[in-house]
């Protein structure tokens, strides 16, 4: 690579000049976790260190390195100094509730904290005992509240156990965190969050995520949302309604989306038989599929939503 190129190569060492655009999302221990978008190398997930300005990201089971020159550095650092902003307002707000996970040496604190009626931020900070450094952050911005729970219950899954622990309470409290039967949600921690913090408006909008919501449920939160929540429809049992996927807008998918709908992906190695130009809808369990089985009778999303009488 030349000196003029943006990535060169100066005494054996990897130099980036700019950055072309970055987001920071966490830290970890002494570094910044951050997306960066740099010519000649794409789009990934860096490591940045801000005392040696070196960037390194995984590269075939190892770490390549990089020196940022000043402007690249300057670039990542106002985006950092932003992140921190962020952090500390989400850190502050009132309406933050919390869910901690202990292990020996430190607590891992998961917390929700309500941007809107449907958005959410996701922070996640590793605390230490002993003298209360934050070893690590993550934060998210405009979550909706199945995204919240679905990252939550990720990164529940994926704790490293302490010494002698073989893990599996936590693949167990992600499997509770995912599952709608009943004997689940009663040890559900996002319930309980919701109770301990007297959040009425989260344990009704659980409640419907979840499929323990009735129709009073759904009334409250339509006055309280001013927007429209489709109740099951028991008698459909399981029956599937194929929906071309051209009649739904983005305002239909929020609409799925806020009334508890489960939108299951199927990949395109497993689509023979399948297309994509419809979804596979069950108003009886709030379930779905992005695909349809070719042939099938198909419905505009108008003519779904007509089952549910006018709006």
Not at 31 to 44: M, P, Q, S, V, W
Request: charged letters at 35%.
């Amino acid at each position: 690579m030349e000196k003029n190129q943006n990535v060169y190569i100066e005494e054996g060492v990897y130099h980036i000049r700019k950055i072309k655009s970055c987001r920071v999302t966490g830290t970890l221990g002494l570094e910044i976790c951050a997306r960066c978008r740099i010519k000649e190398l794409g789009t990934y997930e860096y490591l940045y260190d801000p005392k040696k300005r070196i960037l390194r990201r995984p590269y075939r089971g190892k770490h390549k390195e990089y020196v940022l020159d000043e402007n690249a550095a300057d670039t990542l650092m106002k985006e950092y100094y932003a992140f921190t902003e962020r952090v500390k307002k989400a850190e502050d707000a009132e309406n933050r509730e919390d869910i901690s996970v202990e292990f020996t040496n430190i607590s891992e604190v998961f917390s929700l904290i309500r941007t809107g009626e449907e958005s959410f931020t996701y922070l996640r900070e590793v605390v230490y005992k002993e003298d209360g450094f934050i070893g690590a952050r993550e934060l998210e911005e405009d979550m909706t509240l199945s995204r919240f729970i679905g990252r939550l219950a990720s990164e529940i899954g994926d704790l490293l156990p302490d010494p002698g622990d073989d893990g599996s309470g936590f693949k167990e409290m992600e499997r509770i965190i995912r599952s709608r039967e009943p004997e689940d949600i009663c040890r559900n921690p996002l319930f309980s969050m919701a109770e301990k913090y007297g959040d009425e408006l989260l344990e009704k909008q659980l409640k419907v995520y979840y499929g323990t919501e009735d129709e009073d449920d759904c009334r409250w939160l339509e006055c309280r949302l001013g927007k429209r929540i489709l109740p099951r429809l028991p008698g459909e049992e399981r029956r599937p309604y194929c929906v071309l996927r051209e009649t739904m807008s983005s305002e239909d998918m929020d609409l799925l989306d806020r009334s508890g709908y489960r939108i299951y992906h199927k990949p395109y190695f497993a689509l023979k038989g399948y297309t994509k130009s419809a979804w596979t809808l069950y108003p009886c369990s709030k379930e779905g599929r992005d695909a349809a089985p070719v042939g099938s009778e198909m419905i505009s999303f108008s003519e779904f939503l007509e089952m549910f009488g006018k709006d």
